[in-house]
């Protein structure tokens, strides 16, 4: 509330029979502003939407029971990524030769090169990435594997468990001995 301080001022009198007039000090007390003020913070976290957590939407195939009624996609038009450890991706395109003189490497940075040509390449109504994470690739890997498709405007893509033999070429690959490299699951 305001007040009015009228506590004598120390005003002197200049001349005979002149007299001045108090000078009166006002205090505004601030302590229900104070209140309003969280009142209307109040207000306005409560009423205020929060931001939505945003997902990613993934259009997911129908299970069939027939295997003749599955999606069926030319073996040429598929580009297979496998995701590696220390950011490196390994890729063929096709199907995997039984020399596997079709199977290279590349990192996260020249991927997107591999993925653009091959677009350019195919019949877009017919390609196709399959992406499949390795043992020792990180979450972060498949995030970033997944945003790329959706930067490179790649319309259709799985991802799916990696093959027994595709995890003894990365071992291969990647140097670790044969012997030493445990079997992968399916």
């Known amino acids: 509330m305001a007040e009015m301080d009228t506590s004598g001022g120390g005003g002197h009198k200049k001349g005979p029979g002149v007299k001045k007039a ?12 104070v209140d309003l003020g969280f009142l209307l ?4 976290i409560f009423t205020t939407t929060m ?12 299970d069939t029971e027939k295997p003749e009624e599955q999606n069926k996609i030319k073996e040429s038009a598929v580009l297979t990524l496998l995701l590696g450890g220390n950011n490196v991706v390994y890729y063929y395109e096709g199907t995997l030769l039984p020399d596997a003189s079709n199977f290279k490497t590349t990192t996260f940075k020249e991927v997107r090169e591999v993925i653009i040509n091959k677009k350019k390449s195919t019949d877009p109504k017919d390609f196709m990435v399959v992406i499949k994470p390795y043992k020792e690739s990180t979450y972060q890997n498949v995030v970033d594997m997944l945003d790329e498709m959706t930067i490179d405007d790649i319309k259709r893509y799985a991802m799916v468990d990696i093959a027994e033999v595709e ?3 990365i071992d291969r690959t990647a140097g670790v001995p044969a012997a030493a490299a445990p079997a992968t699951t399916k």
């Open 41 to 44: 913070i109040t207000f306005f």
């Open 22 to 33: 108090k000078k009166l000090s006002t205090r505004v007390d601030l302590t229900p502003m």
């Open 51 to 62: 931001s939505q957590p945003t997902g990613m939407r993934l259009f997911l195939p129908k």
């Open 167 to 169: 995890g003894m070429l």
